[in-house]
Structure formats: structure tokens, C-alpha cells
């Protein structure tokens, strides 16, 4: 497997910033991508989810200009800065830079007084593998920007406020969770979520005392969902609680479904409903499991998770399936896709001594399902968005 182990070097970053700009960064910034344990397609229903932060993650160096401007670089992307006006509006820009100006504009837009900032980013979240790469370079721009111009704005609602920069600007109607996980997650817990309250429990996570491990297969499966597909399926949930009369679907219980069901004459909704209902009661039972110590008694919520994002919510695509099929007939205690879906990545609970086993067996069907190869590594929770330097 891969050695993903977090290494907060603020060298390369620096580096990047004084290059571009010609100055030393006032301060480098960092903010981690996520996997989400189980709850998907539930943030944006308020319902429930349960993600941890991962190592892997976004360095934002920044510093403050006496300028109207934005100026912004990637290691991930060469080339010139872009550069925009203080003022620059959605549509402004649409390529990866969007994540970043957004979160300026988000910011300005809610009032709070930022002014012109050189930005330079690097990070080592795949790109396109659900991990939430996205959040993580919104939020450690959010992060720096809430230091550098002592803003004081509270966790949550820099959370909200880099969600924003991601529904409006950019133009993906994401829910809270990947930015909630990639500011408030905290090393050794997963983040329990209650995306309408915004009650959030750190709930520990050490599967390795346990001789367990997290396994995070990437199927480099091509992972798009700007382009419509996340937007359908949010948009029928809407209309689908607007039909039952609930604010959201999240106010549908499990023993109230079949009740639900009967009311829906759309097959869409009705197979959409079920997944949304049934997740989140997964996720509370998960939940009360990880509580109770229960590690392995959560394998087969994460395998029936999948099954209902398979076949209820149909997000999942061929190496997704051929990843969970393959790890749990290979004894995973259960496994999962995670994320948004339509590519991504797989999570699957292992025990330790059958990881490599699992990895192997899932790169070998990928090779004869001709598939590209997968890649592999072990999750561990890590800590939220914090300064670096």
C-alpha cells in the first residue's frame, strides 16, 4: 500500500508562494480532505453523517497585499497567477481557482472585511477521488483569511461560509459535511453530524487497537458530479419531501417508510426516499455501535450502505462494485463506496492481517475487469483545519 503518512512540510508551499510573489507567505495554513464513514447523500436532506479528516490534505500559504486583488497559485497547476478583483463575481473565473476566490467572495459577501491576499496552495488529496479535495482548499483559505484578517468567525460558520463559496460560485450544490469535517474533525474520532442542528460528538475511532484497518481504495474511476447527476438527485429528494409534506426528507423515520412509500407514485422518488430514510437510520446505529465498542458489529451497516447507494440511489459505477464485491470475498468485514459517487473511492473494514490480501484481490479483478489500477491506503483520523506555520 501507499505511504500516505501526513507530513505538514510548509518547504514546498513557501517555496511556491515566494517564487510567484517575490515575498515570504505572513503564514501557512492547512486543511485536511475526509472519508466518510457512512451517511451519504444525507447532508443535504439534514440529515446524519459520521466522516473523520484524513491526512491527506491542502497547504495554503498566504499573505496580505495593499491592493484590490487576488492573486492565486497551485503547485497542482502551473502557470502564470490568476488574478482577479476584490470585487469578482460568480462566473468570474471556472477553473480550479474558483475554490478559492469563492471563499474570498463568500467571505466579503457575508460582510466581513477582507482585503487583497496573494495565495499560494499544494495538496496531496486526489483530485476527483470523493475525498473531498475541494473543501479541503476552501477551508484552508477560510482558515487563513479568518487568522490573517482576524475575522473571528466560529468553526461551524466557516464551514457554511466555504460551503457557500462551493454552491455559489463555483456551482456545485454540495451539502455542509465536507467542509463541517475539514474544519471541526479532531485526531482519533470520527465526526458524528447532525447537518440541521449542527450538533456535531467527536465519537473515538482506533480500529488499529482492535487489529482492524480502514482501508481507503481509490479506483481512479473518473469522478464528476458538477455535471448534473449530484443536482438531479438533490433536486428529487426536494421533491419528493415536498410531496410528503416534511421540510425534509430527514423527517421521515424508518417505521413511518413504508407509510411514506405508498403516498409516491414516482418509482424515483420512492427508491430515492429508501435510501435517505435508511441511511440515516444506519448511521445512528453505527453510531451507537462505535459507542458500545462494537467495531466489527458496524461492517455490515457499511456493506448495506452500499447496496442501497447501488440500488436505491444508483451512484455507484462498475469499479465501485467490483471494490466491495471483491474486498468483502476477501474478508472484509464490510465495505462501502464514499462520497458522491459515479467513481471515487471504496472505504472497507479489514482485519490488519488481511489487508494486503484485500488490495491485492481488488487490484487483480480491476486487471481483468480492465479496469485502471486501483490505488490503497490506510485511513487514520486526523486533525481539522489548523495553522501550519
Given at each position: 500500500m501507499?505511504?500516505?503518512?501526513?507530513?505538514?512540510?510548509?518547504?514546498?508551499?513557501?517555496?511556491?508562494?515566494?517564487?510567484?510573489?517575490?515575498?515570504?507567505?505572513?503564514?501557512?495554513w492547512a486543511?485536511?480532505?475526509?472519508?466518510?464513514?457512512?451517511?451519504?447523500?444525507?447532508?443535504?436532506?439534514?440529515?446524519?453523517?459520521?466522516?473523520?479528516?484524513?491526512?491527506?490534505?491542502?497547504?495554503?500559504?498566504?499573505?496580505?497585499?495593499?491592493?484590490?486583488?487576488?492573486?492565486?497559485?497551485?503547485?497542482?497547476?502551473?502557470?502564470?497567477?490568476?488574478?482577479?478583483?476584490?470585487?469578482?463575481?460568480?462566473?468570474?473565473?471556472?477553473?480550479?481557482?474558483?475554490?478559492?476566490?469563492?471563499?474570498?467572495?463568500?467571505?466579503?459577501e457575508a460582510g466581513y472585511d477582507v482585503g487583497g491576499v496573494d495565495i499560494a496552495v499544494d495538496g496531496d488529496v486526489p483530485a476527483g477521488a470523493g475525498l473531498s479535495s475541494s473543501a479541503a482548499l476552501e477551508c484552508a483559505v477560510a482558515g487563513a483569511l479568518n487568522d490573517l484578517f482576524e475575522l473571528r468567525i466560529e468553526p461551524t460558520e466557516l464551514a457554511r461560509l466555504a460551503q457557500r463559496a462551493e454552491n455559489e460560485f463555483v456551482g456545485m450544490p454540495c451539502g455542509v459535511m465536507d467542509q463541517m469535517a475539514s474544519v471541526s474533525c479532531t485526531a482519533g474520532h470520527l465526526l458524528f453530524l447532525d447537518t440541521r442542528s449542527m450538533a456535531t460528538e467527536q465519537v473515538p475511532f482506533a480500529p488499529a487497537d482492535r487489529d482492524r484497518t480502514l482501508l481507503v481504495i481509490d479506483t481512479r474511476a473518473p469522478h464528476k458530479l458538477v455535471d448534473g447527476e449530484y443536482a438531479r438527485r438533490r433536486r428529487t429528494c426536494e421533491e419528493a419531501a415536498s410531496v410528503l409534506g416534511v421540510a425534509a426528507l430527514r423527517d421521515v423515520s424508518v417505521d413511518e417508510l413504508p407509510v411514506a412509500l405508498s403516498r409516491m407514485d414516482d418509482e424515483v422518488q420512492r427508491r430515492r426516499v429508501r435510501h435517505v430514510v435508511t441511511e440515516n437510520a444506519r448511521v445512528l446505529e453505527v453510531v451507537r455501535r462505535l459507542r458500545d465498542g462494537d467495531l466489527d458489529g458496524i461492517g455490515p451497516l457499511l456493506t448495506a450502505s452500499h447496496v442501497s447507494l447501488r440500488d436505491d440511489y444508483e451512484v455507484t459505477v462498475g469499479e465501485l462494485d467490483t471494490a466491495v464485491d471483491t474486498a468483502?470475498?476477501?474478508?472484509?468485514?464490510?465495505?462501502?463506496?464514499?462520497?458522491?459517487?459515479?467513481?471515487?473511492?471504496?472505504?472497507?473494514?479489514?482485519?490488519?492481517?488481511?489487508?494486503?490480501?484485500?488490495?491485492?484481490?481488488?487490484?487483480?479483478?480491476?486487471?481483468?475487469?480492465?479496469?485502471?489500477?486501483?490505488?490503497?491506503?490506510?485511513?487514520?483520523?486526523?486533525?481539522?483545519?489548523?495553522?501550519?506555520?
Open positions: 501507499e505511504d500516505t503518512a501526513v507530513r505538514f512540510d510548509v518547504t514546498e508551499v513557501s517555496a511556491a508562494f515566494t517564487a510567484a510573489f517575490g515575498r515570504q507567505p505572513d503564514g501557512v486543511a485536511p480532505g475526509r472519508v466518510n464513514i457512512i451517511g451519504e447523500h444525507t447532508d443535504y436532506n439534514d440529515g446524519f453523517v459520521l466522516p473523520m479528516a484524513l491526512p491527506q490534505g491542502v497547504r495554503a500559504a498566504v499573505g496580505r497585499t495593499t491592493d484590490s486583488r487576488v492573486r492565486v497559485v497551485s503547485r497542482q497547476e502551473p502557470g502564470a497567477p490568476v488574478t482577479v478583483g476584490l470585487d469578482a463575481k460568480p462566473g468570474a473565473v471556472t477553473d480550479w481557482s474558483a475554490y478559492v476566490i469563492g471563499v474570498v467572495w463568500s467571505l466579503r468483502l470475498a476477501t474478508g472484509a468485514l464490510g465495505a462501502r463506496m464514499t462520497g458522491g459517487g459515479f467513481g471515487g473511492c471504496v472505504i472497507a473494514l479489514v482485519p490488519t492481517d488481511r489487508a494486503d490480501a484485500v488490495v491485492d484481490a481488488v487490484r487483480g479483478a480491476f486487471e481483468r475487469a480492465g479496469y485502471r489500477e486501483p490505488a490503497a491506503f490506510t485511513a487514520v483520523p486526523a486533525q481539522g483545519a489548523h495553522r501550519v506555520r
